[in-house]
């Protein structure tokens, strides 16, 4: 194993504190991001932590540069042993709210950004027999209302991270889902929704949160170090995950309940 880590979305956020988390193990990292002040602001600290590499500016949407990504990472670092597809957006409103231009948005970068991803890495995999980790969210499998285009999104990367697993195993590359709930991130910043209330409420949510991006980063290094392929850093996202796979219907009313709220809201 040589250690050597990509990361999509390096340059803030997530993507930021997974890069340090594998840079204090001394690992070699290639950063990707769309913004290349936050990817030197990163690779600065992933100096500081005991790891190196480089960054290369890089949107999920255009496969050619996620292509001469894979590229670099071959030049300079001689091949890839982890791909992280990080990269993701947040985006809400109710269905009726949303345009086709909010879902083709959400889709090309968070579906089709790890499609992509998953892609252009994969031949550099094959070669390291390495292993992709997918950055999901729990909306993935908890399908929360006023954020379908989100939710839709995020479950095509669990079941793309599903395909993988069962196609790639018999390579010898391991594959894992991430699905975190809200989490204290700059998430927000690329919030797109036809509601200014629901980013209000999502802003909410993200700051009631107990944990914070580097603890969801050494959550993730730990699990998967012990191979496991569904990780849920979050203990509620846990347990709401065993509710719903027990009783879906329990979820349901929630989430029905929780729609009544939002809705009233509006009205108000």
Known sequence: MHNRIMITGAGSGLGREIALRWAREGWQL?????NPDGLEATLALVREAGGDGFTQRCDVRDYSQLTAFAQ????????????????????????????????????????MGVIKGCKAFLPLLER?????????????????????????????????????LVELKPQGIDVHVVCPSFFQTNLLDSFRGPDPAMKAQVGKLLDSSPISAADIADYIFTEVAKGSFLILPHEQGRMAWAIKRQNPEVIYQQMIAMTEKLRAKRGA
């Open 30 to 34: 290639a950063l990707g991001d769309i």
């Open 72 to 111: 670099a990472c071959e030049a300079r670092l001689g091949g890839i042993d982890v791909v992280v597809n990080n990269a993701g957006v947040a985006s809400g409103g109710f269905f009726s709210d949303l345009s086709l231009e909010d879902w083709d948005w959400q889709l090309s970068i968070n579906l």
């Open 128 to 164: 390291s027999q390495g292993r992709i980790i997918n950055i999901a969210s729990l909306a993935a499998l908890m399908q929360a209302p006023a954020m379908s285009n989100y939710n839709v999104a995020k479950a095509g990367v669990v079941a793309l991270s599903e395909s993988l």
